[in-house]
Nanobody, 122 residues
């Protein structure tokens, strides 16, 4: 089994920045691509960013392009989400997700973390 633990969430003012981290443990050799999803109160879950196994390919939702950056450190088993120029509509629970496939994608996710809350005040 694989465990994903997110950290770095919190309260920030609009225009501010946060960096989320996700540490993977367990059978990490089965993990390849990683991604972040989010779910705002009363809304459906949506994809945010994804990164391939080597980190050469990234995907972003249109709503976060130019503001968020996903990266990974395979030696540490950690993936990051740097969030800049935060907006109140970015308020959500952010989930770290892992896949057994190598390519960056928002489909076919296999493991999910429990999430970390990000609140952006106006």
């Amino acid at each position: 089994q694989v465990q994903l633990v997110e950290s770095g969430g919190g309260l920030v003012q609009a225009g501010g920045s946060l960096r989320l981290s996700c540490a993977a443990s367990g059978r990490t050799f089965s993990i390849f691509a990683m991604a972040w999803f989010r779910q705002a109160p009363g809304k459906e879950r949506e994809s945010v960013a994804a990164i391939s196994w080597i980190g050469q390919t990234t995907l972003y939702a249109d709503s976060v392009k130019g503001r968020f950056t996903i990266s990974r450190d395979n030696a540490k088993g950690t993936v990051y989400l740097q969030m800049n120029s935060l907006k109140p509509e970015d308020t959500a629970v952010y989930y770290c997700v892992a896949s057994k496939q190598a390519a960056a994608s928002f489909d076919g996710m296999d493991y999910w973390g429990r999430g970390t809350l990000v609140t952006v005040s106006s």
